[in-house]
DNA sequence: ACTGGCGATTAGGTTTCCTGATAGATAAGG
DNA sequence: CCTTATCTATCAGGAAACCTAATCGCCAGT
């Protein structure tokens, strides 16, 4: 027989723990932070073992705390699945993912009516963000993120490689002064692409892979990819673009590639969800759907 | 944001779902059937979908309650798993198990010093039964079940697989009548087990494999292998045992195998445990053991 | 037809939970 | 040093959630 403590004492201790704050926590459920406190003093009362550590610069878990934490976690989304689940919903219902902008605009969004086609009762909501969100947070069903991969607690699945070239706008190869080889980029503006986290290249490191000896922090930065490949359509300059989000503008011949020196990185693109996010059917047709996606889009 | 109905209700409806039955829902949660009938009310008008068919004949889960309980078990589960582990408990903590009663006594019993040796903050608690339990209604972490495998809901772990061995008291061997060859068993008297479900060999079976020509039907017969076991080596007659159980009383020369004829059986012992209760480190720890003497025990 | 089992329903009481106010403690800023 | 902001703890009172007890209707098996 399953003996628990009152359940919205657990619920208030998920949030606190994930906030590590009270008030935070009263906030998500929308109640005072004395509740939470309360509901915290029953919870360790009725266990007989404290779960946070009050420290007077701030709250911590205990090691127990730490320990159930995304036990709870888990939980929860287990329950708000099954909830999901029951809402029969014959109606239209929604999959919202997040994902970068840029990916969003130069890759998603274009190949969004195919889904349509095949899911015309399901409506997607991009919520396109820079910062990782909180599935628990944020109304979020599944993300696509480029990186390392291994995301904790929650499943990632490999999307598409990625690699990295020069792109610009074809007027520049043969104008004045000419693009012919790396060594002509000395006389060219760089658009540098800020959003990029460690580990995928930059211009300073490109060119010294090139073999140019050339200072690579010139001209222009952006913290989106999307504005880095416009501003190369537009002429402004030679950008280094992720290939994946190039290529809709270089099959359109918008842009082109000057000289083919490829950088491989170790990056990819990932699908990640809660694991009981695959329970409720229209996120699993999404996620199904991306991955074939990225399947015949990654040969290239 | 995640957006969940009252929690208690969720309860309610995880323990009414499992039983089909408001009453007995009710009595597990303790409380009347009419507060399950209004806990139901109140998450069916939160829903806005019926999730039990009120049959004349009984209840009957909806496409939508049938769909969301299995992620309620789940869930639920996890928090159970969670808050024992918020229990820190430097002290004693027990982890329990369901076994057949020849089991335990003939195999676990007579290792468990090893385990508590190995683990002395742990207890175990052996909780021997005939039927299959549900692990939401008794308070048991892992069970060892003899069976085709694959229960449904659960995690199941091959612990070791079984052959079916005449077994008999040494003496009976050069008695009189003798006991020599398969044929002589028209003048012994044959022990029934009748805890073995279908697909495990009778003396029936076996007689007829073996070509003897016999009625296999005389003779007494017990519902607990331990019993036929002991009758045997009391000589009171020749039994079928399966050897996992028979192999002490062997060693020790209480029993012997008057010829060799094994029969093979699909069926195997299964560690079975839900899923969440591999989080807790007394019931891995456990688990863990089970399989490693398993190991040991099953090159023979 | 009677009885027992099961679910639905209602009114009313009990427990749980939340609010709002208050206090203490800390950190940043004037 | 004092002010302000932010955070948690605590308490009393009130709101909301929850449960009981009693009753009704329905069916099945005496």
Redesign the interface.
Known sequence: ??K??P??A??AFEAAGRHLSFSRAAD?LAVTPGAISQQMRILEDW???P?FRRDPKGLSL????Q??????R??????????R?????DGPCRVTVSVAPSFASKWLVPRLDRFQELHPQLDVYVHADMNLIDF????VDVAIRFGPGGYEGLISERLMSETIVPVCAPGLINGDPPLKEPDDLKNQTLIHDDSNRDGVATWAMWLRAAGVDCDGNRGPRFNQSSLVLEAAVAGKGVALARYALAVADLEAARLVIPFNYETPTDFAYWVVYPE?KA?LPEVASFIAWLKAEAQEAEPK
């Open positions: 027989m399953r628990l403590p359940l919205n657990l619920r998500e266990l007989g073992a779960l205990t090691e127990a705390g320990a159930a934490l995304p036990h709870m888990e939980g929860f989304d287990r329950l708000a699945a099954g909830v689940l029951m809402k029969a919903s628990a947070d944020d109304d009981a329970a």
